[in-house]
């Protein structure tokens, strides 16, 4: 076993093996949780003998860095995620998440070694979660939940909500994952209860994507998302998609919503830098899958790790309140098309098939992408009907049983 860090090259070797533990989310107590929590006193105690300043535990290196660079609590916001979590965190009263020591480490430059000593996973209070406000009857009949011997699941939705969030990495992680914030997009009342078991579902489903690479921050860039819309102009685009987007270290996971809630898409930091994106596909159209998959993945390049890990999208919604949302909106539709292109194209003036086919060949995607953004600009949402691609996406993923709305545990 590894006693101690002697040099340069090791330290970097730990940190190195530190982030890729921390991408694995392992559950304390397990061999790679001992590991990781090695690591981190190895890390800190290089670190106290290499540099300087000592810092000797994550609170006292976070009041350590405000001092240096003068930043009051209120600066601290971005970082942490508000007012009340920044006081109850240098309180004592709120543990570090992976995500603000990622954007502590990343921001501040505080040492990660530092910030991981001492975290440990917060204790599961039975009162603080309403076990039986989950859709366990739906989760059932989706294969979410194996049944259980009786035959009333809701006497036992505690029991089998437990076994359900375990596969987050422990059933402790069912309190933190239940208290994190959520941005969500929408007007209407959405049941909060079944946001959390959706989003869990996408996040577990995420995590057993297999991906080419790990994904690194900076990566989704105007020029990558323009090469995936190229691909919506092949009939198999979707499922494309989710390969391009594995390439890059990026899950895409197409869930049917749970009811009571409005959901088409989300953006989700599972673990410490692993993106998820998640798809309802509720409106079945071609050009609202492209829409809905570039927003989303435009909040993966600007806006998660920044004080938000989860965006929840109710694209039916105009953008307004939160500037994030108008940002991805505005991305999504350049990545699409470029408003330069679009300025130029008889399509911005005219609402004809042979307006919409020109400017799909020139910019080499599908032509409901571009009827779908003339009946948005123009607000007249009946014509080009024949453009949009009315059932052409669910039908791309036939191992998810639509009748139901939930997966087809048969296949």
């Not at 093996?17 to 590991?35: K, Q, T, V, Y």
């Not at 990566?219 to 987007?245: D, N």
């Not at 694209?315 to 309140?321: A, S």
């Not at 292109?341 to 020139?362: D, G, K, M, N, Y």
Request: charged share 25%.
């Amino acid at each position: 076993m590894q006693n101690v860090i002697k040099s340069n090259s090791e330290y970097e070797a730990a940190l190195r093996e530190i982030e890729s533990l921390m991408d694995r989310n392992p559950a304390p107590g397990s061999s790679e949780g001992e590991r990781l929590e090695l690591l981190g006193i190895l890390v800190s105690d290089y670190e106290s003998k290499k540099f300087e300043s000592r810092l000797p535990d994550p609170i006292e290196a976070i009041r350590f860095r405000m001092e240096q660079q003068g930043l009051s609590q209120r600066d601290l916001i971005p970082f942490i995620g508000s007012r009340s979590k920044v006081s109850e965190v240098l309180a004592r009263k709120r543990p570090l998440t992976l995500s603000m020591i990622r954007a502590l480490h990343s921001g501040l430059e505080i040492p990660a070694g530092v910030l991981l000593q001492g975290q440990r996973e917060p204790s599961l209070h039975d009162s603080e979660i309403e076990w039986d406000r989950f859709p366990v009857r739906e989760m059932l009949n989706r294969g979410w939940i194996d049944p259980p011997p009786k035959a009333d699941p809701e006497g036992q939705a505690e029991g089998l909500m437990r076994r359900f969030f375990s596969g987050l990495g422990s059933a402790n992680m069912a309190l933190a994952f239940y208290k994190q914030t959520r941005s969500v997009r929408s007007v209407r009342a959405m049941d909060k209860h079944a946001l959390i078991a959706w989003t869990a579902r996408v996040v577990m489903c995420g995590r057993k994507m297999q991906k080419k690479s790990m994904f690194s921050h900076g990566t989704v860039t105007l020029k990558l998302m323009r090469e995936l819309a190229r691909l919506s102009s092949f009939e198999s685009g979707p499922r494309l998609a989710v390969e391009f987007l594995g390439s890059y270290g990026i899950s895409l996971v197409i869930e049917p919503q749970l009811p009571h809630t409005q959901l088409d898409g989300c953006a989700i930091l599972a673990d410490l830098n692993t993106p998820v994106i998640g798809m309802t596909l509720r409106h079945d159209r071609v050009d609202n899958f492209w829409f809905c998959l570039m927003h989303e993945l435009a909040h993966v390049a600007l806006h998660l790790g920044e004080g938000s890990d989860q965006f929840l999208d109710d694209l039916d919604v105009e953008k307004r309140g939160d500037p994030r949302e108008r940002q991805a909106d505005e991305l999504a539709g350049e990545a699409l098309i470029p408003e330069s292109e679009w300025q130029r194209s008889p399509a911005s003036r005219i609402r004809t098939p042979e307006a919409v086919e020109l400017l799909a060949r020139q910019l080499g995607i599908h032509p409901a992408i571009v009827a779908g953004r003339i009946r948005h600009h123009f607000k007249s949402y009946r014509v080009l009907n024949q453009f949009v691609g009315h059932g052409q996406i669910r039908r791309q993923f036939p191992e998810i049983d639509w009748g139901t709305g939930g997966l087809d545990v048969r296949s």
